[in-house]
């Protein structure tokens, strides 16, 4: 389990109903690019959010990441979810298109 859902059970087991409605909307409350931010690490973006005082960044990486199988790519060492897997080694689809057109 992530740390977003063992927090989003633990306040429903509490009967926290505000902070259950807040995290499961959090979808609708951040952009596209605001989580695409989040997913690449980027803490900056916490000060351009408004969060409550009780959500940490772990929680929003855990947030935004959830669902992601991210792997690590040999050649650029980006994480990335879209690629192949070439004899064991991770190939991001970018790197993958860059040696097909060379």
């Given at each position: 389990?992530?740390?977003?859902?063992?927090?989003?059970?633990?306040?429903?087991?509490?009967?926290?109903?505000?902070?259950?409605?807040?995290?499961?909307?959090?979808?609708?409350?951040?952009?596209?690019?605001?989580?695409?931010?989040?997913?690449?690490?980027?803490?900056?973006?916490m000060q351009e959010l408004f969060?409550?005082?009780?959500?940490?960044?772990?929680?929003m990486y855990s947030w935004a990441?959830?669902?992601?199988?991210?792997?690590?790519?040999?050649?650029?060492?980006?994480?990335?979810?879209?690629?192949?897997?070439?004899?064991?080694?991770?190939?991001?689809?970018?790197?993958?298109?860059?040696?097909?057109?060379?």
């Amino acid at each position: 389990m992530t740390l977003y859902e063992t927090t989003l059970t633990e306040f429903k087991r509490k009967g926290d109903e505000e902070k259950v409605r807040w995290l499961e909307g959090l979808n609708k409350r951040i952009t596209l690019s605001q989580k695409k931010r989040i997913q690449e690490n980027d803490t900056k973006i916490m000060q351009e959010l408004f969060t409550p005082k009780w959500v940490s960044w772990e929680l929003m990486y855990s947030w935004a990441t959830k669902g992601l199988q991210t792997k690590n790519c040999i050649l650029c060492n980006k994480k990335d979810s879209l690629g192949m897997d070439f004899k064991g080694k991770f190939l991001c689809a970018n790197c993958f298109i860059e040696i097909k057109h060379k």
